[in-house]
């Protein structure tokens, strides 16, 4: 079984930025795609953004601009950099691998991301 940390959240104010990071505990071998979600209360989780094995990105509308996913050359870390934060933000922030063909799909345990205004 894959393991993934999330790391990096915290409170900033608005216009502010943070660096989130997924660390999976082994590399992970017929990964379809990567992505980070966000649920806030009261809300359902919502894609954020996504990266293919390929590096194909796509970002939810309300992120593009602010927002980049990116991952380390092993493909064993992802990260998620948010710039100018907005209070409508503030979310737990959950990291996601999706296998091909539906194989496996891992979920971290989430990061809490609170931007203040």
């Known amino acids: 079984q894959v393991q993934l940390v999330e790391s990096g959240g915290g409170l900033v104010q608005a216009g502010g930025s943070l660096r989130l990071s997924c660390a999976a505990s082994r590399r992970i071998f017929s990964v379809n795609t990567i992505a980070w979600y966000r649920q806030a209360p009261g809300k359902e989780r919502e894609l954020v953004a996504a990266?293919?094995?390929?590096?194909?990105?796509n970002y939810a509308d309300s992120v593009k601009g602010r927002f980049t996913i990116s991952r380390d050359n092993l493909k064993t870390t992802v990260y998620l950099q948010m710039n100018s934060l907005k209070p409508e933000d503030t979310a737990v922030y959950y990291c996601?691998?999706?296998?091909?063909?539906?194989?496996?799909?891992?979920w971290g345990q989430g990061t809490q991301v609170t931007v203040s205004s």
């Open positions: 996601n691998v999706d296998g091909v063909l539906g194989r496996f799909s891992y």
């Open positions: 990266i293919t094995s390929g590096g194909s990105r």
